[in-house]
């Protein structure tokens, strides 16, 4: 039985895949759903890991990309062909049924989360 099989037996999410900055492909153009880095940003955020700021980095990455993906009105104003994140953040590539597929970034020790479209 293939391991996806199990995870609907079980009733479990498939985890997601991991995915680096340095895997991401180079020469793309990403544009930027949103950005949110102060606390009152994630004041509407409620999920597995509780509410606000601190439930959103408690919470699953599928729930945070969720989250920020209310956000992608279709086009983005802010396009650019350098890579939107850093070196100690977090990014996943990770698709939201209905929504799309996105990169996801955040640093939850330094408070913030971005999502991102390769253009």
């Known amino acids: ?3 996806e099989q199990w995870y609907k037996i079980l009733g479990k999410e498939k985890p997601i895949k991991e995915t680096t900055a340095k895997q991401i492909a180079e020469g793309k153009e990403y544009g ?3 950005f949110m ?3 009152q940003d994630f004041d509407d955020f409620k999920g597995s890991g509780g509410r606000g700021q601190e439930g959103f980095f408690d919470s699953s990455e599928k729930e945070m990309a969720k989250f920020l993906s209310q956000w992608d009105m279709g ?3 802010e396009v650019d062909s350098r890579k939107p994140w850093g070196s100690s953040d977090t990014v996943r ?3 939201i049924p209905g929504a799309g597929k ?5 640093n939850s020790g330094l408070g913030y989360a971005g999502l991102y479209v390769e253009q």
């Open 32 to 34: 930027t759903v949103v």
């Open 93 to 95: 590539k990770i698709t």
């Open 75 to 77: 086009y983005q104003d």
């Open 37 to 39: 880095q102060n606390s």
């Open 102 to 106: 996105y990169i996801l970034t955040y």
């Open 1 to 3: 039985m293939k391991r």
